[in-house]
């Protein structure tokens, strides 16, 4: 098993982070992402709000890994929940096949600080149970290359958080709305930079965002 711990400072407000942390696909180091969809949303008792969204991905991989693995794509879920009191977003991550060749945790938290900036902390765990004499192997590359993931993400974050101060600011001067400028299908979520930065694949089309039928995979 191998473990994975970081922190980040943004120098923008909780509220506008968050923001940008559940808006950040698709964008332009996301190339990978194919799909994103709420499964569920609810309220609690408490005042925070609980998210469960299934996300589909597609990397490339190396030359060992493709006789073990007949496809390169991959279910993933997401529970969030934001707590609008204490100014704190708590996001879990898991893949929900391949779990034998590897499997991957992720926590991200993102905590306002007295100074009015934000922290981000990510935690990870990867494990592979094959056997075989390759799990060292596996667990090493699945380890580099989700260093490499968490800094495109931080990217892609970054881009959308460009993308609220523009709005803001195209609010303030009366050109436009708000969520027109964010939307999924806006030409503003590619213009900064124009391409994608990923290894594995080209830009994807436009995250669908209609209900549809989805079967989960099994592990």
Not at 13 to 19: D, E, G, Q, T, Y
Not at 54 to 68: D, E, F, Q, S, T
Not at 121 to 146: D, N
């Amino acid at each position: 098993m191998r473990f994975f711990t970081q922190s980040f400072l943004y120098d923008d407000p909780w509220p506008i982070v968050s923001l940008a942390f559940f808006l950040r696909y698709p964008n332009p180091y996301a190339g990978h992402v194919l799909s994103c969809d709420v499964v569920s949303r609810e309220l609690t008792a408490a005042g925070t709000l609980r998210t469960t969204r299934l996300i589909l991905k597609r990397g490339a991989l190396p030359g060992w890994a493709r006789k073990l693995i007949s496809r390169a794509e991959s279910w993933v879920i997401e529970e969030s929940e934001v707590d609008p009191y204490g100014q704190v977003v708590r996001c879990q991550t898991r893949n929900l096949d391949h779990v034998k060749v590897m499997r991957v945790e992720e926590t991200q938290t993102f905590r306002q600080l007295p100074s009015g900036k934000t922290l981000q902390v990510t935690e990870a765990s990867i494990v592979s149970r094959f056997g075989w004499g390759l799990t060292k192997q596996i667990e090493s590359h699945g380890l580099a290359r989700f260093k490499r993931n968490v800094q495109r993400s931080r990217e892609g974050v970054s881009v959308i958080l460009d993308l609220i101060r523009q709005a803001r600011m195209q609010m303030a001067l009366g050109n436009g709305s708000f969520a027109a400028y964010l939307s999924a299908d806006s030409s503003f979520r590619f213009t900064v930079p124009a391409h994608s930065f990923d290894d594995e694949s080209e830009l994807p089309a436009p995250l669908q965002d209609t209900p549809r039928h989805i079967s989960l995979p099994g592990n």
